[in-house]
């Protein structure tokens, strides 16, 4: 089975500069990364995903890069909002082929005014 | 459209009480999940359907959860005599599950906050 260890668990840059967040897992067969955005007292949501056969997607600010050899991810913010602020989670299938996926245990991220 | 949809949104219990807890996922999607979030960590799976099929329950801590989906849409959670350690947010999530291509985005209700007393 999975294991995704993500980190830092807070993360506090100044408005306008760029957020990292980075996670690895223990499976080398996983093949789908999403990262997803919590806002306090609000359901996970989706904002990238990415699959083993690309390197790297992104989506105007937000980027995710992959390195299978490796066995990490990362999840790159530029230009970072105010309401950039949220908790942020990455996951990989709980096993090979998996609907199921595994969270890692977060990112507080705060962005500074 | 309609998202996940899931009720109560809040659910105060007293220790021992039976609560159920119900999802209604996004029309046509085929796999719906459980998951349980404790304050400040990520959702933890509880279990998994496709359609009306269980087929993964692995994550249910005790068997004093159950969960059942037995048309393929609407899905209730179950806890008998809750504990105090029962107490986090609840959270269902639905996915499409496509014929060809397994890991649909996974789309979240807004949970249900389960507090026992």
């Known amino acids: 089975g999975e294991n995704v260890e993500q980190h830092p668990s807070t993360l506090s840059v100044q408005e306008g500069d760029s957020a990292v967040i980075k996670c690895t897992y223990s499976d080398s067969a996983s093949n789908y990364f999403p990262w997803y955005k919590q806002e306090l007292g609000k359901r996970p949501q989706l904002i990238i995903d990415?699959?083993?056969?690309?390197g790297e997607k992104k989506d105007q600010r937000i980027a995710v890069t992959l390195n299978k050899t490796a066995k990490h991810f990362s999840l790159h913010i530029t230009e970072t909002q105010p309401e950039d602020s949220a908790v942020y989670f990455c996951a990989a299938p709980k096993d090979e082929g998996d609907d199921k996926i595994i969270f890692g245990k977060g990112t507080r991220l705060h962005i500074l005014p | 459209g309609a998202g996940v949809s899931q009720s109560p949104r809040y659910k105060v219990a007293k220790r021992g009480q039976d609560v159920a807890l119900r999802c209604d996922p996004i029309?046509?999607?085929?796999?719906l999940f459980w998951y349980q979030q404790a304050l400040g960590q990520g959702p933890e799976f509880l279990t998994y359907?496709?359609?009306?099929?269980?087929?993964?329950k692995s994550g249910l801590p005790s068997d004093r959860f159950f969960a059942e989906r037995p048309e393929g849409s609407v899905s209730t959670l179950k806890i008998q005599r809750t504990q105090q350690e029962d107490s986090a947010v609840y959270l269902c999530?639905?996915?499409?599950?496509?014929?060809?291509?397994?890991?649909?985005?996974?789309?979240f209700g807004p949970g249900t906050r389960l507090l026992v007393l």
């Open positions: 359907f496709q359609n009306e099929a269980q087929l993964d």
């Open positions: 999530a639905s996915s499409l599950a496509s014929p060809f291509q397994v890991q649909e985005t996974q789309y």
């Open positions: 029309s046509g999607h085929v796999s």
């Open positions: 990415i699959r083993s056969n690309v």
